[in-house]
């Protein structure tokens, strides 16, 4: 069992870290046959476009194809399409929730964590033309970028500060003996830790959905 966790135990919580991967090119939303710009989700005034929806999922699956290769099955692709909006929509609630709260970034996080983008540097210093033109030849404008940049930021703040609630002592593990019990423990309490925080951060999405009025999922993207 410690053999399989340790080969597996990174690739436990990945969906969430690729779905809010920084440097995410946000689409400019697919277009349906009435003109309207075509949405996977709403999320009370919040909308998940098409597009963004489809660009985290392609990554995810490509991720996921890479791991299990032939393992691959048309059912494990079925499921990471509930789960992929499923973590977009999540990410949604916790900005309301966070906004409710009244936390913010401020513009000097917000330019702090742009400037670290690797994409964004040259020579490994952050550079204002590379900048604009990466988002240029993604067909963003800069003003686009940085709403949907802080709107991330706000919501990792949102999640660390539940996380920091969660009980991560509760079920800690010692296991007495050598060097390499100690490593297994380590291991295996880390695991534990990522578990128990990130069921403390869906129980409270779960609860804060009931106070947003408007929930609704395009069930197209989910066949």
Known sequence: MLKVMRKHAKYFYVLFFIVIITFVFWGVGTVDKTGMIEKAAEVGPYKILAD?????????????????????TEDMQKELKRKVLESMVDDKVLLIAAKDAGIVVSDEELQDS??????????????????????????????????????ELIVEKMRRLIESSADVNALTINLPGSSGDEKSADMINQVLSRDIKAKAVKSFIEGYKKNIKNITINQKFLE
């Open 52 to 72: 963004d929806y489809i660009s985290a999922y392609e990554r995810t699956v490509r991720f996921y194809r890479e791991i299990y290769k032939d393992k691959f």
């Open 114 to 151: 742009i400037a670290k983008e690797p994409a964004f540097q040259k020579n490994g210093v952050f550079d204002h033309d590379v900048y604009v033109n990466r988002l240029m030849l993604n067909r963003i404008t800069p003003e686009y970028f940085e709403n949907m940049k802080r709107q």
